[in-house]
């Protein structure tokens, strides 16, 4: 069964630095689209970046562009979203999240369509204070 798991939430000041994991099992991140999205509370589920599968290309929504950079490590099964200048309101629970099958339709702006994506991680929480 697939199962992502994230980690690496936390309480920090603005302008410090998190890093968040996200860990699969049953699949890799490799041969998978991928995108980590964000709720803040009483808000709706929004995207904030991620990657189609097998290229090299990251998008970022433009809230975090030069600020938010993910990556992968070297066995395809942990990508990771580094978080810097961190702002209130960044503050959300982050999840990851990837599609059963390939996103056929790939758009130059990267893959977020929240109903593109049918697996999900439990989420982790992310407060920046002021």
């Known amino acids: 069964a697939v199962q992502l798991v994230e980690s690496g939430g936390g309480s920090v000041q603005a302008g410090g630095s998190l890093t968040l994991s996200c860990t699969a099992s049953g699949f890799r991140f490799g041969d998978s689209d991928m995108a980590w999205f964000r709720q803040a509370p009483g808000k709706g589920r929004v995207w904030v970046a991620g990657?189609?599968?097998?290229?090299?290309?990251?998008f970022y929504d433009d809230s975090v562009r030069g600020r938010f950079t993910i990556t992968q490590d070297s066995t395809k099964t942990t990508v990771y979203l580094q978080m810097n200048d961190l702002k209130p309101e960044d503050t959300a629970m982050y999840y990851c999240a990837a599609p059963a099958v390939p996103i056929t339709t790939r758009s130059s702006c990267g893959p977020r369509l929240l109903t593109d994506f049918d697996y999900w991680g439990q989420g982790t929480q992310v407060t920046v204070s002021s």
């Open positions: 990657f189609y599968a097998g290229t090299r290309s990251k």
